[in-house]
C-alpha cells in the first residue's frame, strides 16, 4: 500500500521500454520529503555497470580510483559483495558472521570496513570474466528481491547515516541505489568514461542524501524557526531547506526555481 501522495516513482511499476523516469520537481511551496522510490532504477543503472565493465581494456582493471587503495577491479568485487550480501543476509536470513559487539555507530563501521577488506582480498582471486558473469546473475536478483518487499514497512537493515533505527523499505533500496551509483561513478573517473549525471541518475543521490542533514546537525543549537536553504545548481539539482524545529532540525522541500 503506498501512502496518499505517493513518492517520487512507483516502487515496483513497470516502465515504459528503454524509458527511466525522471524524479519530477518539487513544487515551490514547503512540504514534507516524498520517498524517493528506486526500484525501477536498478536494473538500467546496473545495464550500464555491465556495458561499462565488458568495454575495459586489460590494464583498465588495475587503474587506481578515488576509493582509498582500491583499483576498479576492487569496486567491481565490491559491488559483487554487496549483492551477495544483500541477497545472504536480507533475502535468505544467513547470520551475519561472529565477531565483536555491534553496539553503536563506530563498531557497526568497524565490522563494515572488515568484511569490506576481507571479501576485496579474496576477491583479487578472480577474473574479471568472473567478476562480470557474477554480478550479471546477482543484480536481477536484487532487483527481484526489493520489488518482493512492501516499500513502506520496516526494513532489514535501517539507513544509519540518517540517524535512523529503523528505516522503511523504499530508503533501504534508495540507499543502496546510491552506493551502487557512487561506486560505479569512481570505476567511469579512473577510466575516463562519461559519468551517469543526468538528472535521472543523479537527482534520486541527491535528494536521499539530503536526508542525512538533519542527523548531521543534531548537536548544532538553533531558534526554533532557524532555516538554510541548500541550493544545488545543474540540470540534477535542487532547493530543499533545513529548518531547526522545537528539538530537532527537519528538511521540507522547496522546488527549483523559486
Known amino acids: 500500500m503506498s501512502p496518499a501522495g505517493g513518492g517520487v516513482n512507483a516502487l515496483g511499476a513497470p516502465s515504459e521500454a528503454g524509458e527511466i523516469p525522471l524524479v519530477p520537481a518539487h513544487t515551490t511551496s514547503l512540504q514534507p520529503l516524498a520517498p524517493v522510490l528506486l526500484v525501477d532504477r536498478f536494473a538500467p543503472l546496473h545495464a550500464e555497470l555491465i556495458a561499462l565493465l565488458r568495454g575495459l581494456e586489460p590494464d583498465d582493471w588495475q587503474r587506481p580510483t578515488a576509493c582509498a587503495l582500491w583499483s576498479v577491479r576492487d569496486i567491481a568485487a565490491h559491488l559483487l559483495d554487496d549483492d551477495l550480501r544483500r541477497l545472504s543476509f536480507h533475502r535468505d536470513g544467513q547470520a551475519v558472521p561472529a565477531g565483536p559487539p ?50 513502506f514497512a520496516p526494513a532489514h537493515w535501517a539507513v544509519a547515516w540518517a540517524g ?3 528505516s522503511a523499505n523504499w530508503f533501504d533500496a534508495g540507499r543502496d541505489y546510491t552506493e551502487r551509483w557512487l561506486h560505479q561513478q569512481q570505476i567511469r573517473d579512473a577510466v575516463g568514461a562519461p559519468p551517469l549525471t543526468g ?3 543523479l537527482h534520486p543521490v541527491l535528494a536521499l ?43 521540507p522541500s522547496l522546488g527549483p526555481g523559486s
Open 102 to 151: 555491534v553496539d553503536d555507530p563506530a563498531s557497526l563501521v568497524a565490522l563494515i570496513n572488515r568484511m569490506n577488506a576481507e571479501w576485496v582480498a579474496a576477491a583479487r582471486r578472480l577474473s574479471p570474466r568472473v567478476l562480470i558473469d557474477l554480478l550479471e546473475v546477482t543484480g536481477p536478483q536484487v532487483v527481484d528481491l526489493f520489488r518482493s518487499v512492501d516499500p
Open 164 to 166: 535512523e533505527t529503523t
Open 199 to 201: 538528472p535521472e541518475w
Open 209 to 251: 542524501f539530503v536526508r542525512a542533514l538533519p542527523h548531521t546537525y543534531r548537536d548544532v543549537q538553533a531558534d526554533a524557526g532557524t532555516t538554510l536553504r541548500m541550493v544545488i545548481e545543474g540540470p540534477a539539482g535542487g532547493i530543499w531547506t533545513l529548518r531547526r524545529e522545537a528539538n530537532c532540525w527537519r528538511v
